[in-house]
């Protein structure tokens, strides 16, 4: 059974930083490049981000460019989240998804529960 499970989600205030994690598991996890996605409030679903399956290919958002860090390590079946300079605007629930090509738009074939971001001023 495949699984993502993301963590490292909580409280900060404006200005801080974060790092989440997806592990993955029941899945070859350097055959798939993975995203992230939020969800804010009142929001649909937006991309953030993707890492193609080497680690060497990386896109975002314009919304969080030059603030967030995607990378993973396929040795721990894990893609991690790096987000600095956090405004309240990035308050959401974060998820990671897989898919075989890095894309904003899918199919992705395996999504995580989330993990919920809150920012404080």
């Known amino acids: 059974q495949v699984q993502l499970v993301e963590s490292g989600g909580g409280l900060v205030q404006a200005g801080g930083s974060l790092r989440l994690s997806c592990v993955a598991s029941?899945?070859?996890?350097?055959?798939?490049?993975m995203m992230w996605f939020r969800q804010g409030p009142g929001s649909e679903r937006a991309f953030i981000g993707s890492?193609?399956?080497?680690?060497?290919?990386?896109d975002y958002a314009d919304s969080v460019k030059g603030r967030f860090t995607i990378s993973r390590d396929n040795a721990k079946n894990t893609v991690l989240l790096q987000m600095n300079s956090l405004k309240r605007e990035d308050t959401a629930v974060y998820s990671c998804?897989?898919?075989?090509?890095?894309?904003?738009?899918?199919?992705?074939?395996?999504w995580g529960q989330g993990t919920q971001v809150t920012v404080s001023s």
């Open positions: 998804a897989a898919g075989r090509e890095p894309s904003p738009y899918g199919p992705y074939d395996y």
């Open positions: 029941g899945l070859t996890f350097s055959r798939y490049a």
């Open positions: 890492i193609d399956r080497s680690g060497l290919s990386v």
